[in-house]
């Protein structure tokens, strides 16, 4: 979740690292420094806040073409001066920035503490530069190597050391870190965002591996000093994608690419001619996909609550049971690794740490898995037995929009693949993939009607607490929905089946307590406006998300329309004004959109 940069070359590092932390800042923003290496030695400067508060006190002569700098995301310790990273030893010869957890910290601060060392900070992370200056290794990688051996846990890790000048020593295990390749200089950072501004020749770290920088190359190799010669690649990004442009926010710009996102991932992947999709990243022939008897979604936050809608696809197109579950609770339960069972891992970065894991405990047990990520290179595509790129483009905001939408289109691909090998007709592929071709411009007509929606939006923004329900389909929308508000308006939202109500939920009604609707036109449009009526009955404020031809009698209710689709693919656009919906809120109440309190982007700890 940290942001972890490094840079060693010919050019003052100060300025490369400062401005990459500017664009790592949605990884964590309690807290920010650098360190830096030139002929006096190590320097560092921290700072609790954002990048710009060190930025504006950074001392004038701050010089060195080596250095490593870290925004970060609080786990041991409030966010303050001393525990802000770059941690460095007693003789400040030792410089350490670290994304991950050390599960073992406390053991290892005590014994450091019992052998007289004074530690200046609350963080796991300190013992490692101590660990590091305290080695009896004759070269960097080997102390590196010995401080890692004493470890448990989780770690992207950029070591300086002010004995060994010429180079910068790098290691992953759970967390991400990216190597990119300059002319006469090499970068490390923990997300590309950082690095296409000088470099698209990058190489990525696996876990268990380290490497060591130069000027001139790098090195990668296992924790037994083992070279595993890994190459750069060229990775095909535009970094001007990786700017808010003429938009307020990341988020504001993500939400209105999503059309275009829309029709990438649909590219290339429609069969027309047989009502079906083309996924050959799958790696599955029709005969092995036949044979799927259930299949399992996992993910967490908002990729879980999509996973929920694809899970509801699969099981009405393929007619195969399949079922949503949070990755996080995965692998803790034991659980039963079935042959015939699709295990299905959705992550936009493709390094959330908890689906990744799930990941691996599936691939121990023998199952086959395959990934829905947006980042390509990433762990959990690396990990998996195939999938399906998003071609969502870089998200920057915390609060998951177009890469939302594409996941959703790709479990509907894949539910359409896996219904055509069994009894879904061409009849019933065909008109799903007349659907599919009409959502980008759909999403775009929800979309033109921002200001209608930014109106509805102060009027909840003021609210407390919020309900938001649904039914079937309509469900996870509504969970998604709740999701985005308590994440950015910081609002109180709960989510129901519209269901529920009656079975406790109801009694928390009033003037107070809006609720956001979740009404589609199909076979429960009834039942939800009768639900309508209840709420209204006890004075709660409706907003109700529906379809132009749904009749709400005489519920007074603040009404958005969204266009109609075919009844599997309505969830997306039911999804859609409940992003715009959540942005607002949070404009109006003054929130920083981007960056909410307490979260991060890429959540690469558990």
């Known amino acids: 979740m940290c942001g972890i940069v490094g840079y060693i070359g010919t050019q003052q590092a100060a300025p490369l690292l400062l401005e990459g932390l500017t664009r790592l800042e949605h990884r964590g923003y309690d807290s920010a420094g650098v360190a830096v290496l030139g002929g006096s030695g190590i320097k560092v400067a921290k700072k609790a806040g954002r990048v710009r508060d060190l930025t504006e006190g950074l001392p004038k002569r701050f010089t060195g073409q080596v250095g490593i700098g870290h925004t970060r995301w609080a786990t041991h310790g409030p966010a303050n001066d001393a525990n802000a990273h770059p941690h460095t030893d007693e003789a400040q010869r030792v410089a350490v920035v670290h994304n991950g957890i050390i599960d073992n910290a406390a053991a290892l601060r005590q014994q450091l503490t019992d052998d007289g060392v004074e530690l200046t900070s609350d963080t796991d992370t300190e013992v490692l530069a101590h660990l590091v200056a305290r080695s009896g290794a004759d070269t960097l990688e080997g102390k590196v190597r010995d401080a890692l051996a004493a470890i448990e846990g989780t770690y992207g890790v950029a070591v300086l050391h002010a004995d060994f000048p010429d180079r910068i020593v790098v290691a992953r295990n759970g967390s991400p870190l990216i190597i990119g390749v300059g002319e006469k200089e090499m970068h490390v950072a923990s997300d590309l965002a950082a690095l296409v501004r000088y470099t698209t020749t990058v190489a990525h770290l696996d ?62 992947r429609l069969d027309e001619r047989f009502g079906t999709a083309r996924l050959g990243g799958l790696n599955m022939d029709a005969r092995e996909t036949r044979a799927i008897r259930r299949v399992k979604i996992l993910g967490c936050g908002s990729a879980y609550y999509v996973g929920q809608m694809g899970a509801a696809l699969i099981e009405e197109l393929a007619r195969i049971p399949a079922d949503a579950e949070a990755a996080s609770e995965f692998r803790y339960r034991n ?18 740490l908890d689906t990744l ?137 709960e989510a129901y089946q519209t269901s529920e109500l009656k079975h406790g939920p109801l009694a928390l009604i009033s003037e107070e307590v809006p609720t956001v609707a979740l009404v589609p036109s199909d076979e429960l449009t009834d039942r939800n406006v009768g639900a309508l009526h209840e709420i209204a009955a006890r004075g709660g404020p409706l907003v109700v998300i529906t379809h132009e031809d749904v009749d709400l009698g005489d519920v007074a209710a603040l009404r958005i329309d969204v266009p109609r689709n075919e009844r599997e693919l309505d969830p997306i656009l039911l999804t859609v004004p409940l992003q715009l919906l959540a942005y607002h809120a949070a404009l109006h109440l003054g929130h920083d959109i981007d960056k909410p309190r307490n979260l991060a982007k890429s959540v690469t700890v558990e």
């Open 357 to 493: 894991l799930a990941v691996q405990e599936i691939r121990r047990k023998g199952g086959r898995v395959i990934g829905l990520v947006n980042v390509v290179g990433s762990a959990i595509a690396r990990e998996c037995d195939g999938g399906i790129y998003l071609h969502a483009g870089p998200e920057v905001a915390v609060a998951s929009t177009k890469a939302l939408t594409n996941m959703f289109i790709g479990f509907s691909l894949l539910a359409l693949q896996l219904g055509r090998v069994r009894d879904l007709s061409i009849a019933d592929g065909k008109r799903l993939i007349a659907g599919l071709t009409r959502l980008p411009d759909q999403i775009q007509a929800i979309l033109d009607r921002e200001d209608e929606l930014a109106e509805v939006a102060r009027t909840l923004a003021d609210a407390e607490s919020l309900f938001f329900v649904g039914r079937v389909r309509g469900f996870p929308v509504a969970r998604e929905g709740a999701q985005k508000f308590k994440e950015i308006s910081y609002r109180h939202a």
């Open 207 to 268: 876990d268990g591996e380290l490497a060591t920088l130069t000027a001139g190359g790098f090195t990668t190799y296992r924790q037994d000093l083992s070279t595993t010669h890994k190459l750069a690649e060229h990775v095909d990004v535009d970094p001007a994608s990786y700017d808010a442009g003429e938009h307020d926010s990341f988020m504001h710009k993500e939400m209105q690419e999503q059309p275009a996102a829309a029709d990438r991932v649909l590219r290339g």
């Open 335 to 352: 659980p039963i690794i079935e042959p015939d069972t699709l295990y299905v891992a959705v992550s936009q970065s493709g390094e959330t």
